[in-house]
């Protein structure tokens, strides 16, 4: 290996190292501000002087709801992904082999609902929510969640299945298979990596989600980790709970980063399908 070649090797790992750095280094300081105790929250040192976990102890306090708020967060993102998957699977499938005029619009305007703001939404379906007696539900949160997710989710798949042969389901069709049963016993199980990616971003960005949770909840008992966390109180009024609020930010955080160790060998081959035949 010349010179030449080293340091261009070396100047990739240094970009990696820094970009990785540049990606980490807010979680990191998340979590060993959360690490602190109130009367050293705002120390600038990388390392903690004192380990505490008063912080967490706080974000547990009876009075603060979180460990509802983190279920809430659970069973809206978890259903979201479920039927975003669900229906997204069997269109993305029509949408990669069947035939019809205007398909490029119809996936056009599929992946330009998922870009409209939130914000334009949210007041018409306050009304409407609350015209139908849908406030403080899952549904209020779920609804609305999928007008995002599912186009996200449909576009990802389509790109998928448009990447697998037809060979596969006429060679299955062959041997005797509906085409249902194709689709189910052939190409839903070398989808998996696709299906499982997209269940990944899905679930992500409902878990996120923000603003309608905020808007279609107004019972503690039923908001989300997100809106419960920016409504944590200090001890009193004028207090702002930083450390309470950076130890839930770890622990709304620990789920979405455990999802991704455990199946991060099918994400990556779901992002790199298609890349090589």
Do not use: H
Not at 53 to 73: I, M, T
Not at 188 to 215: K, M, Q
């Amino acid at each position: 290996m010349t010179i030449s070649t080293k340091w261009r090797t070396w100047l990739v790992y240094a970009g990696v190292a820094a970009v990785v750095a540049y990606c980490l280094a807010p979680f990191y300081w998340m979590v060993v501000s959360s690490l602190r105790s109130t009367s050293d929250i705002f120390d600038t040192s990388l390392i903690p002087s004192s380990v505490s976990l008063e912080n967490y102890r706080a974000v547990f306090d009876p009075s603060q709801g979180f460990g509802r708020a983190l279920l809430n967060s659970l069973i809206v993102a978890g259903i979201t992904t479920v039927l975003a998957l669900l229906l997204a699977t069997f269109t993305a499938y029509a949408m990669a082999r069947l035939e019809f005029r205007f398909k490029r619009l119809v996936l056009t305007l599929i992946i330009s609902i998922s870009m409209f703001p939130v914000v334009s939404i949210v007041v018409p379906l306050l009304k409407l929510f609350t015209d139908i007696g849908w406030i403080n539900t899952y549904q209020a949160m779920i609804v609305p969640s999928m007008s995002f997710a599912l186009p996200l989710a449909v576009w990802n798949l389509t790109t998928f299945f448009r990447q697998m042969p037809d060979e596969l389901e006429q060679a299955a069709m062959i041997d005797g298979c509906t085409r249902g049963q194709a689709f189910r016993k052939v190409i839903i199980p070398l989808a998996a990596p696709g299906i499982f990616t997209t269940a990944i971003i899905t679930f992500i960005a409902a878990w996120n989600e923000f603003l309608i949770a905020l808007s279609m909840t107004n019972k503690p008992n039923m908001q989300t980790a997100p809106v419960a966390i920016s409504k944590f109180s200090g001890a009193t009024q004028f207090e702002t709970p930083f450390g309470s609020q950076m130890a839930a930010g770890v622990l709304v955080t620990i789920p979405l980063v455990v999802m991704v160790l455990l199946f991060q060998r099918r994400i990556v081959a779901g992002l790199t399908a298609g890349a090589a035949k």
